[in-house]
């Protein structure tokens, strides 16, 4: 979109008007396009590997939750 020209001046967007239009960080919108120029690259799941998974915590996060006698 930052390379995109203006219908009426004829003139592009650029990154700051659009980041700023879109609520967005200048470093995020850097990203996205360093992300989209590696198509081979597989995004994977940051931090720490765990011993249970996801559903597992999941679960037992909601055991604690129903037995808590508090709501809210």
Known sequence: MSR???PFAGRLYGVVRVTREWELARS?????????AQP???????????????ETLTGK???????????G
Do not use: H, N
């Not at 995020?28 to 989209?36: D, G, P, T, W």
């Not at 690259?41 to 011993?51: A, D, Q, S």
């Open 4 to 6: 995109a020209a203006s």
């Open 28 to 36: 995020s919108f850097y990203y996205q396009l360093r992300i989209a």
């Open 40 to 54: 081979e690259r597989v995004l994977r799941r940051r931090g720490p590997k765990t011993e249970c998974s996801d």
């Open 61 to 71: 996060i909601r055991e604690v939750l129903a037995a808590s006698p508090f709501y």
